[in-house]
């Protein structure tokens, strides 16, 4: 599957549990189609005991559907969809709303 959406992206969730919410891209998994966003999604993790420390449960972020999420404008902050055009005979991300170039 191509994916428009890459790490260290700007994004929001556009539905689910955990819809309005923001941040950042922290993995992108082509092959399912998933993305890891941070402070989305969250799982918990009970981790065993270890020498020198105790047993604890962490929080820690799962993946969602790409499909799920729209990239942040950079220029207006809002939700929007992500074009793709040749620049200087390079093929550059966009951002469609406001034409804003992605890093």
Do not use: W, Y
């Amino acid at each position: 599957m191509k994916m428009k959406i890459k790490k260290g992206d700007k994004v929001v969730v556009t539905s689910g549990k955990d819809k309005g919410k923001q941040g950042e891209v922290l993995r992108v998994l082509p092959r399912e189609g998933r993305i890891v966003v941070d402070g989305v999604a969250l799982a918990k993790r009970h981790t065993k005991k270890r020498q020198g420390q105790s047993g604890r449960i962490v929080e820690r972020p799962a993946s969602i559907h790409a499909s799920n999420v729209m990239l942040v404008d950079p220029a207006s902050k809002e939700p929007t969809r992500i074009g793709r055009r040749i620049q200087d005979g390079r093929l550059v991300r966009f951002a469609r709303k406001s034409g804003t170039k992605l890093a």
